[in-house]
């Protein structure tokens, strides 16, 4: 059992739909981030939240995290091919503790 | 930016033999992290490695069978052992700077192993 559930496991759109992943736990995480991951490449940092309710933009891209700090979301607005890849969160309980990943989401974006 | 550098990028080994994982960060960190990963799926950490000191393995993961070095602040070694089809797998180093609430890690690009 995962601490943090990530979901849609794969999500497949058409280029310019709008997509949501979703990042729960029964757990309370002083942080999450959000990572991208291309195939034959490590995962790369998108963001990091750390305030419940914070909400943080990056272009097309909008990640909320909950109130209660236990869920994140990340919304991507017109997806594009290049969107493509696999999505995990990971969250930090407290500072000095190591990073907890979720179960990932594959998006495939097609043009 | 950092360059965090892995090798190999993948290999094909037989069964019974063991392979050695090499990552070299450009500049001086005091922990890093091996993970493993099915394709496609989630990170699941093997061990910490901490300079001058030996790593600390999680549920699951033994020395014997994930032997780590790190002789210094800027590499580290892991090693699979004895290895049977079920170690197929990405295998991951990665670092982090700090260990704040929003601190990046960094990962290298992986090393697909296939044990055939």
């Known amino acids: 059992t995962q601490l943090l559930e990530q979901s849609p496991q794969f999500l497949s759109i058409q280029e310019g739909e709008n997509l949501t992943v979703y990042c729960n736990s029964s757990?309370?995480?002083?942080?999450l981030q959000w990572y991208r991951q291309e195939p034959g490449e490590g995962p790369v940092l998108l963001v990091t939240?750390?305030?419940?309710?914070e909400v943080k933009k990056l272009k097309r891209l909008t990640f909320q995290f909950g109130d209660a700090r236990k869920d994140s979301s990340l919304h991507i607005t017109a997806a594009q091919p290049g969107d493509t890849g696999l999505y995990l969160c990971?969250?930090?309980?407290?500072?000095?503790?190591?990073?907890?990943f979720g179960g990932g989401t594959r998006v495939l974006v097609k043009p | 930016s950092a360059v965090i550098s892995q090798k190999p990028s993948r290999d094909i080994c037989q069964r019974g033999t063991s392979l050695t994982i090499q990552c070299q960060v450009d500049?001086?960190?005091?922990?890093m992290f091996w993970y493993r990963q099915q394709p496609g799926q989630s990170l699941t950490l093997i061990a910490t490695a901490n300079q001058g000191s030996e790593a600390t393995y999680e549920s699951g993961f033994v020395i014997d069978k994930f032997p780590i070095s790190r002789p210094n602040l800027t590499f580290s070694t892991l090693t699979v052992s004895n290895m049977s089809p079920e170690d197929s797998s990405i295998y991951l180093c990665s670092f982090r700077r700090g260990d704040s609430l929003n601190t990046e890690a960094f990962f290298g690009q992986g090393t697909r192993l296939t044990v055939v």
């Open positions: 757990s309370v995480f002083s942080s």
């Open positions: 500049s001086q960190v005091t922990m």
């Open positions: 939240v750390v305030t419940g309710g």
């Open positions: 990971a969250g930090v309980k407290a500072a000095g503790n190591k990073l907890t």
